[in-house]
């Protein structure tokens, strides 16, 4: 039996819960995923079966509200589950129908296998037990597949089993987006191979997306093949075979579905369709053989990704845990590396944000850097790849360098819509939230964090320095020379916080000034500069040529790095933008006991003809995004480069102002509220911890779960263990530990790769144990709460946590930083 913390499991079948235990039960290979549908189930009301393809976007035109807008979706792919059976002719199941007497639905995440068992019995009182498991195969990632057992306990007779691949599906996943086009995909081709073998191929009406899909059952009777005979069945791209076979009481009824699934993007293929069909006839006769090398590739993942704790009072913690390493693991895998695809907001597990790709990667790359950073560097690929889009975007707007759109998807364009819905009011609202430049210091930050963890300079030569080149040309020629201040300033963006899109009284949308643009602009910058001085000579000359970057223009840099405006309040607090302090306090108390959930302030007030920009409040971290970036230590040295005061003291201050403002309207705000009071607060930061690790498990934004995990906040708690409550730090060539395990931890495990260098980290209350796991390389230099020490290859070390800091700096041979 595999451990309760391995098992996600749902007892019973409710009907309202289906959508988000689909959403939470999608397996995915990182090239493909599907949701946890029933395989009878088709979408209605209560079901949602979605196939999507990582990077598989579509364009589609609507006239809305008198204009045309266009949107590039994730498209819903043919379904591949259909398998579902009657007895005797009778109705084909239907969980709704029957008298329910057991039912479990289970995630093995261990395994990566989906599991279904249900006991019922129908109107003329004949029981049947089934067991379903399913599996979207992680070695061979065309490959996917389901086995259905059929045992009946007190009847014997006829059943007919059909198994089909479904292409009239439409994008309809997501309520909002319902008055909007869904037809994505045109039927290519439709036929039987031969009596086992379905074939279906589609293609996406504007990207030419051409998907094939093949499907081979094969029916047994207690472990033997059985005779069935098979009949096709069609209707215009929905393709079946349907068998008959007699089944007596306590047989074993079992019936394997393979299916394989191809693109017309796919490396080394030459035909998709072709492609398709051959692999499902020469995938391994039995479903066990393929479980077997699917389980395989899934525990060598884990060995590179799991966290292993032990709690006093063991809780749902460490399977949450799980759960988000796992649907991380379905969104992004080592088949990623062959992808021209980014890492999706929501996963590729349902249709919400339409699976575009915004700033999450800051809150997901952490994780990856030190696990498999061979997919961080392939991520970064993606946002180099669409480099040039991202010139033209900056062109466009009257700017130097690159300038990545807030939504991207296939090629790199600003897909951020212009128009969204407020369910409340049922008004179509322009969107402003392109506005949100600050993703520009992100892509820059996550391209440095990776090549701190990694010292991949490879990737710095060729591709990481130019993205840093270019971002940092852009922040330069955003910022704006004040004269009468004598320092730059950012005008009309957007801070993370969405609930703030422009001034009350001004009809034009944007901010100036936002604190944590700015600065982050001038981190940007400065690393701009190093990167130079990092290049060897021949690739710095080479870049300055091909970018045309003259003298002037780092003194440019220069300048705007060491002059750009922050705006405080009257209280030394940093502000959000310029204005906000003007700006109204809000009634927290009265709209809580108003409305009770006022996570969506923005859309509550929308509805009472009022608006957030008029008060002081947050949808998630803005200001407090610094703190979660940038140590102190290196907010002193900005501070101190532009001239402002800096004090430790502002840091606490400042966190409680902004947290007392904020509603929570995004899942990435408790992660970086719970960060930033790792340190200070660790009861009030365990606390947002575990309401950021049961948000999508509860759904706590009541529905969008449904609509796609979140995966920020599922990569960012299991950062938050992996970093903040270990203190791990990469930075000055070294790694550093500063362990600080919450209340109730007595243990946590984990491995990770830093540089060339693996190693297992084991830490107490009590000690930090580091075991270097390669064996010849040269030591590695770590740093345990600041003292230096040097981990010889093969070494294992124990460092004692519980005494003061100052008495551990004698503690093994250290050698100085
Ligand atoms: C958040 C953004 C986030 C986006 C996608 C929004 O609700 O405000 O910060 O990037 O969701 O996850």
């Known amino acids: 039996m595999m451990p309760e913390h391995w098992l996600f499991a749902y007892e019973g079948f409710e009907p309202r819960q289906e959508k988000l235990r689909e959403a939470l039960c999608t397996l995915g290979n990182g090239y493909f995923a599907t949701r946890g549908a029933a395989p009878e189930a088709r979408a209605d009301e209560l079901h949602y079966p979605g196939t999507y393809l990582a990077g598989g976007y579509n364009r589609l035109k609507t006239e809305l509200a008198g204009r045309v807008i266009e949107n590039e979706d ?132 504007q990207s030419r997306l051409g998907v094939a899909e093949a499907a081979r059952t094969r029916l047994y009777l207690d472990g033997h093949r059985a005779e069935a005979q098979g009949k096709f069945v069609q209707d215009e791209g929905y393709l079946a075979h349907e068998f008959t076979v007699e089944v007596k009481a306590h047989q074993r009824l079992s019936v394997e579905k393979v299916v394989a699934l191809y693109t017309s993007k796919d490396p080394a293929v030459s035909e998709a369709a072709m492609e398709a069909r051959r692999e499902v006839q020469r995938a391994p006769g039995r ?160 391209v440095w964090q990776y090549y701190q963890a990694t010292a991949d300079s490879e990737f710095l030569y060729f591709h990481g320095a130019e993205l840093l080149l270019e971002l940092a040309r852009f922040w330069a020629s955003v910022a704006e020379w004040n004269p009468r201040l004598r320092r730059y300033e950012i005008k009309k963006v957007m801070g993370p916080d969405e609930y703030h899109t422009g001034y009350p009284d001004q009809p034009e949308p944007g901010l100036n000034n936002n604190s944590y643009t700015n600065l982050m602009a001038v981190w940007v910058l400065c690393k701009g500069l190093e990167v130079l001085r990092l290049l060897p000579d021949e690739r710095r000359e080479e870049l300055q040529e091909v970018l045309g970057l003259e003298p002037s223009e780092l003194a440019h840099w220069e300048d705007v790095s060491r002059k750009m405006r922050l705006v405080f309040h009257e209280d030394g607090v940093l502000s959000q933008f310029e204005g906000y302090e003007q700006l109204q306090e809000f009634d927290w108390e009265g709209y809580r006991a108003r409305y009770h959930d006022i996570q969506r302030l923005d859309r509550i007030l929308e509805a009472e003809g009022d608006s957030p920009n008029r008060y002081k409040l947050s949808k998630q971290a803005d200001v407090l995004m610094l703190f979660y970036l ?188």
Request: glycine share 8%.
């Open 74 to 205: 994730l498209v819903n792919q043919p379904n591949w589950l259909p398998l579902t059976f009657r007895m005797d002719g009778g109705d084909w199941f239907n969980v709704s129908t029957v008298k329910v007497r057991a039912y479990r639905q289970v995630l093995d995440m261990a395994r990566g296998l989906l599991l279904r068992t249900v006991s019922f019995e129908d109107a003329q009182g004949r029981r049947t037990r089934l067991e379903q498991r399913r599996f979207v195969h992680m070695r061979h990632k065309h490959l996917a597949g389901q086995e259905l057992v059929l045992v009946p306990e007190n009847w014997s007779g006829p059943v007919q089993v059909r198994s089909a691949l479904d292409g009239q599906v439409l994008n309809g996943g997501v309520a909002r987006y319902q008055q909007l086009s869904n037809r994505h995909l045109r039927l290519v081709m439709a036929k039987e191979v031969d009596a086992e073998t379905l074939l279906l191929e589609v293609e996406t009406v």
């Open 287 to 446: 479903f066990e053989e393929l479980v077997a090398t699917h389980v395989q590739a899934w525990t060598h993942l884990w060995n590179r990704s799991d966290l292993d704790l032990e709690l006093a009072k063991p809780n749902g913690t460490h399977r949450a845990l799980r759960l988000h390493i796992f649907h991380l693991l379905q969104t992004v895998s080592p088949h990623t590396l062959d992808q021209d695809a980014g890492v999706p907001a929501r996963g590729w597990h349902g249709e919400a944000y339409r699976g575009h790709i915004f700033w999450d990667e800051l809150f997901i790359f952490p994780f990856l850097n030190l696990r498999l950073p061979a997919l961080t560097r392939a991520l970064l690929r993606y946002r180099y790849r669409r480099l040039g889009r991202a010139r033209e975007e900056a062109h466009e707007a009257g700017f130097r360098g690159a300038m990545f759109p807030w939504q991207s998807g296939s090629d790199g364009s600003e897909e951020s819509p212009r128009l969204h819905l407020n369910p409340r009011s049922g008004r179509w609202l322009p969107d402003e939230t392109w506005l949100q430049r600050h993703i520009n210091a992100a892509v820059a930050y996550n």
């Open 630 to 817: 940038l140590s102190a230590e290196e907010l002193q040295e900005l501070f101190e480069r532009l001239g402002y005061p800096f004090s430790q003291e502002m840091i606490p201050r400042t966190v409680d102002y902004y947290l007392q403002r904020t509603s929570h309207g995004s899942t990435l705000s408790g992660v970086v509220h719970a960060w930033v009071l790792a340190r200070s607060d660790r009861p009030r930061s365990w606390q947002l911890f575990t309401e950021a690790l049961q948000s999508d498990i509860s759904d706590v934004q009541g529905g969008t779960t449904q609509e796609g995990i979140h995966l920020g906040a599922m990569a960012g708690t299991v950062d938050l263990m992996q970093r903040a409550y270990t203190g791990i730090e990469v930075r000055g060539d070294m790694l550093h530990f500063n362990p600080h395990l919450p209340e109730g931890m007595r243990r946590l495990k984990f491995s990770l790769r830093y540089r060339k260098h693996l190693m297992d980290v084991e830490i107490t209350p009590r000690a930090l144990v580091l075991t270097s796991r390669w064996r010849f390389q040269t030591p590695l230099k770590v740093a345990v709460r600041g003292a230096c020490h040097l981990l010889q290859p093969s070494e294992t070390r124990r460092f004692p946590l519980a005494q003061e800091p100052s008495t551990e700096a004698h503690e093994g041979e250290g050698a100085s930083p």
